[in-house]
């Protein structure tokens, strides 16, 4: 008998990239899996760590990305955590962070 190991879930792009340093606010957070994935919760925080309202739509259980809207955001630093699944019950969460400048 065989047994077939299903390899763990990891982020192949995000958009914006943890660290990224943008000149105009994203309007969206796109991720990008390995294999299918649901995202099922994101969290955003501003640099004074007050919750920016968010509102994820489910994922397709099936698919290997995701995008979710952003609201407007002002210049500043934002953290991003999101949690996702994979269809075996792996979960998978992570955190990035951008920045967000003054525009000219």
Not at 56 to 84: E, N, R
């Amino acid at each position: 008998m065989s047994v077939r190991s299903t390899p763990q879930p990891w982020i192949k792009t995000s958009s914006p990239r943890d660290g990224a340093m943008l000149q105009s606010p994203p309007s969206q957070f796109e991720v990008t899996f390995n294999q299918p994935m649901a995202l099922k919760r994101i969290a955003l925080t501003d640099d004074t760590d007050s919750e920016v309202a968010v509102t994820a739509t489910p994922a397709q259980p099936d698919a290997s990305s995701a995008t979710v809207l952003l609201p407007q955001l002002d210049p500043g630093t934002y953290k991003l955590h999101w949690v996702g699944s994979d269809a075996n019950g792996n979960e998978l969460a992570g955190d990035l962070s951008f920045m967000v400048h003054h525009s000219r």
